[in-house]
């Protein structure tokens, strides 16, 4: 069995809609769900448990549009000082806290 690869790396973007969350890889593409090309499915880690959610895959397959419920738990988290774990099929990424305070203090 392969490890997962490393190399998601999440961005967060603040506009007149609201707060956007993207999920995207360095290289390769991350799977379609179910063969839907538009669509991948996801994980994410809160506190160990875990969440499954299907985000919308960007054309080219290497960038998800995360769900809004999403995007707010992972600030939250953020916010709070918890660490949290994202998989994608064949990729993962550990989330700590490390420079999200000064970051995020230029877009709030």
Same mark, same amino acid.
């Given at each position: 069995m392969e490890s997962p690869r490393t190399g998601i790396e999440i961005s967060l973007t603040r506009a007149s809609y609201g707060i956007r969350g993207t999920a995207s890889v360095r290289c390769g593409v991350i799977p379609a769900y179910q063969g839907n090309s538009g669509e991948a499915i996801a994980t994410i880690f809160f506190e160990g448990?875990?969440?499954?959610? @299907?985000?919308? #895959? !960007? =054309?080219?397959? +290497?960038?998800?549009?995360?769900? =809004? /419920? @999403?995007?707010? #738990? !992972?600030? /939250?988290?953020?916010?709070?000082? +918890?660490?949290?774990v994202l998989y994608l099929d064949g990729y993962e990424t550990y989330v700590t806290t490390r420079r999200f305070c000064s970051a995020w203090n230029h877009i709030k």
């Amino acid at each position: 069995m392969e490890s997962p690869r490393t190399g998601i790396e999440i961005s967060l973007t603040r506009a007149s809609y609201g707060i956007r969350g993207t999920a995207s890889v360095r290289c390769g593409v991350i799977p379609a769900y179910q063969g839907n090309s538009g669509e991948a499915i996801a994980t994410i880690f809160f506190e160990g448990k875990p969440t499954h959610f @299907i985000a919308a #895959r !960007m =054309e080219g397959g +290497q960038v998800l549009l995360l769900p =809004e /419920e @999403i995007t707010l #738990r !992972m600030l /939250e988290a953020l916010k709070s000082d +918890q660490p949290f774990v994202l998989y994608l099929d064949g990729y993962e990424t550990y989330v700590t806290t490390r420079r999200f305070c000064s970051a995020w203090n230029h877009i709030k």
